[in-house]
């Protein structure tokens, strides 16, 4: 690119960015309603007392919530489909700005049966737990991506796991373990109610807790509209971030 291009391609840049701030300022929608997206965990351990506490401060604002996988978050928020998003992973895109703002950790779920309760007295049952029938979550989850990240820092890859079924309803995932067909490596926050009723058994990921980062995403603040901002901000408070 010439100098010329390169000095009319940041005026082009520009006035697309104002061109973006007038529609979200000018909107009646985007002034009493935000676009939240969110996926499964932090849509459970994030979300509800997030929105509980700013409706506290600004029950003027109405909320627009979607659920979907942490991949399709992100790509929401890209593309503003999604004011803001929480997300159980993050990623290389240069749009997003990611702000970590809790800690999840994962754990090794199993059906509560004798066979399965004979590892709780082995001191290290992990190397066997991963060669038993395995429940894997569908490919755009955060879970899934910390799992490979796991997988990885452990020397292992995918396929020397005996995979048996890929599902996007976690949900229905963590019904399938309850009922003996295999295990998976989930949220804690997610099936620990379920192993204090006694229907799964929780094995950590090894000696020490694995613990995966959870994430507000969001675009560029040019991009964003005030309301979005000010509710970034109150999150930035609620989570004592800076």
């Known amino acids: 690119m010439t100098p010329a291009g390169q000095t009319l391609y940041q005026y082009a840049a520009e006035i697309l960015d104002l061109r973006h701030k007038a529609i979200l300022e000018l909107?009646?929608?985007?002034?009493t309603m935000l676009h939240i997206g969110v996926s499964s965990v932090p849509s459970l351990y994030l979300l509800p007392e997030l929105l509980a506490a700013y409706h506290e401060k600004t029950p003027e604002i109405r909320f627009r919530t979607s659920c979907s996988d942490s991949l399709d978050v992100i790509n929401k928020v890209a593309d503003s489909t999604c004011d803001i998003g929480l997300v159980g992973t993050k990623t290389a895109e240069t749009n997003c700005e990611f702000l970590p703002v809790a800690s999840d950790e994962?754990?090794?779920a199993?059906?509560?049966t004798p066979h399965f309760r004979a590892y709780q007295g082995q001191q290290d049952p992990l190397t066997a737990l991963l060669r038993e029938p395995f429940l894997l979550r569908e490919d755009n989850s955060g879970t899934k991506q910390e799992t490979l990240y796991f997988l990885q820092n452990h020397g292992l890859s995918l396929d020397e796991l005996n995979v048996i079924a890929v599902m996007d309803d976690a949900a229905a995932l963590k019904r399938c373990i309850t009922l003996g067909m295999g295990i998976s490596i989930l949220s804690r926050a997610t099936v620990q109610?379920?192993?204090?009723?006694?229907r799964l058994l929780?094995?950590?990921l090894g000696q020490s807790a694995f613990l995966r980062r959870l994430y507000i995403v969001y675009p560029s603040i040019r991009h964003m509209s005030e309301q979005a901002i000010h509710f970034l901000d109150f999150i930035k408070?609620?989570?004592r971030i800076g």
């Open 27 to 31: 909107s009646n929608e985007q002034k």
């Open 237 to 239: 408070r609620y989570y």
């Open 106 to 108: 994962l754990v090794i």
């Open 202 to 204: 929780l094995f950590p």
């Open 110 to 112: 199993t059906p509560n």
């Open 193 to 198: 109610t379920d192993a204090q009723q006694g």
